[in-house]
T-cell receptor, first 116, second 116 residues
Framework: AQTVTQSQPEMSVQEAETVTLSCTYD???????LFWYKQPPSRQMILVIR??????QNATENRFSVNFQKAAKSFSLKISDSQLGDTAMYFC?????????????FGKGTKLSVIP | GAVVSQHPSWVICKSGTSVKIECRSL??????MFWYRQFPKQSLMLMAT?????????EQGVEKDKFLINHASLTLSTLTVTSAHPEDSSFYIC????????????FGPGTRLLVL
């Protein structure tokens, strides 16, 4: 079974600064998908970024980028130019690429606070 | 876009009653929908996977007779909490996946259930 570990329960960052959230996972599979989801106080889960394991290039979405280290099974999220609206819980998630394996396995989350 | 709605957004009920929660994909057909439960300050725990026209697949430890799931159409899945008790109070979130080849789940806004 896959496991996802987020070792930082809480983090804070000054507005406009950069912050990195850590995520490690454990799997014996070679192909899979990784995601970062954001859950603001409204509790609506929002997809931030996704990475396909077979792609070596790190995914980027505007101010959000990942550092995907497949051998180390690490998938960290970097938020640049942090904004107050980035304050939220951030969940790292894993999904197998096997046929019919659509379930997401979530980490326990990191609570990020952006300080004005 | 990929919008998922849930109804109701919150519900309060008496112990022993049943509560139905609806999950709809508004602008796409969802072959697979998922139901999660989230306790305060915790991660999302998958309860069941629902495929249109077939029986739901429940995760270990989830009582299928208590949490009835129906996925009667490609845009609607329902979760019925039968004979609800205070320990069933939680935040229930659904997500939906587009057809084959899509690896991203789109989440509904969640339903907060309080059983008195």
């Amino acid at each position: 079974a896959q496991t996802v570990t987020q070792s930082q329960p809480e983090m804070s960052v000054q507005e406009a600064e950069t912050v990195t959230l850590s995520c490690t996972y454990d799997t014996s599979e070679n192909n899979y998908y990784l995601f970062w989801y954001k859950q603001p106080p409204s509790r609506q889960m929002i997809l931030v970024i996704r990475q396909e394991a077979y792609k070596q290039q790190n995914a980027t979405e505007n101010r959000f980028s990942v550092n995907f280290q497949k051998a180390a099974k690490s998938f960290s999220l970097k938020i640049s130019d942090s904004q107050l609206g980035d304050t939220a819980m951030y969940f790292c998630a894993f999904r197998s690429s096997g046929a019919g394996s659509y379930q997401l396995t979530f980490g326990k989350g990191t609570k990020l606070s952006v300080i004005p | 876009g990929a919008v998922v709605s849930q109804h109701p957004s919150w519900v309060i009920c008496k112990s022993g009653t049943s509560v139905k929660i609806e999950c709809r994909s508004l602008d796409f057909q969802a072959t697979t929908m998922f139901w999660y439960r989230q306790f305060p300050k915790q991660s999302l725990m998958l309860m069941a996977t629902s495929n249109e026209g077939s029986k739901a697949t429940y995760e270990q430890g989830v009582e299928k007779d208590k949490f009835l799931i129906n996925h009667a159409s490609l845009t609607l899945s329902t979760l019925t909490v039968t004979s609800a008790h205070p320990e069933d109070s939680s935040f229930y979130i659904c997500s939906a996946k587009k057809g084959l080849g899509s690896e991203t789940q789109y989440f509904g806004p969640g339903t907060r259930l309080l059983v008195l």
